[in-house]
């Protein structure tokens, strides 16, 4: 499963096909951190995205994917972004009753809910590379495999204060975290398994953009039902 069909979990078709000839230039960035790094790599199998869905080892089309977040996040400040979900959230979910919260957009994709909970574990996960960042040296990020996530973790039953409260949380400490960080700090970095070197900073801006991925995934909900 490609990059753009993990896009294609949150974008419209059109937004998709705008972004794929920024694959081109992510092919060769990436074959290049291939050459670099092939006799330090093991083979790590089915190895997943950090953002909606899994994707294949078609490593190259990360770029273009991340691209595409990047560009809805924009010149927006990404710490103003991170700062304001959650209550972008609770706007988003006000009067929604339960059938509409697990109603998916369509066959494969996520409800409401889903993403919401997506978007809790996505806090706890980031919360584990962040310090691991922070504390080793150029650690390896693995990426996981997120539809498993929400199937075998059914994230469709959960409630929503449940996950709500697990996002603030999260977010609230990870925030907290980035605002203590020195620019030598905010510039260390791990590498990722399918996209390279990431450091703290770019983190920060993959995330905002992230979120609006996926509130403008929710808004699109919120108008079919």
């Known amino acids: 499963m490609s990059q753009f069909h993990a896009l294609s979990q949150v974008l419209t078709l059109t937004e998709v096909n705008a972004v794929k000839p920024l694959a081109a230039h992510a092919h060769a960035s990436k074959r290049k951190f291939q050459k670099n790094s092939a006799t330090n790599r093991e083979d790590r199998g089915h190895q997943m995205s950090i953002f909606t869905n899994p994707i294949s080892a078609a490593t190259d089309e990360a770029g273009a994917y991340i691209a595409a977040v990047l560009r809805l996040l924009g010149d927006k400040d990404p710490l103003m972004v991170l700062e304001g979900l959650v209550a972008e959230l609770e706007e988003h979910v006000n009067g929604l009753t339960i059938a509409e919260l697990r109603h998916a957009e369509a066959p494969g994709k996520w409800s ?114």
Request: no cysteine.
């Open 112 to 225: 409401i809910i889903e993403i919401i909970q997506h978007l809790a574990d996505s806090e706890l996960v980031w919360a584990y590379r962040l310090r691991m960042v922070l504390a080793e040296k150029r650690p390896q990020i693995t990426g996981y495999d997120q539809d498993r996530w929400a199937s075998q973790l059914r994230y469709r039953e959960v409630k929503l204060r449940d996950a709500m409260e697990q996002l603030r949380v999260l977010r609230s400490t990870n925030l907290r975290l980035i605002g203590s960080l020195s620019a030598s700090e905010l510039h260390r970095a791990g590498v990722h398994s399918e996209r390279g070197e990431e450091t703290v900073e770019h983190m920060i801006r993959l995330y905002a953009g992230h979120d609006l991925v996926h509130l403008k995934q929710i808004s699109r909900i919120r108008k079919s039902l």
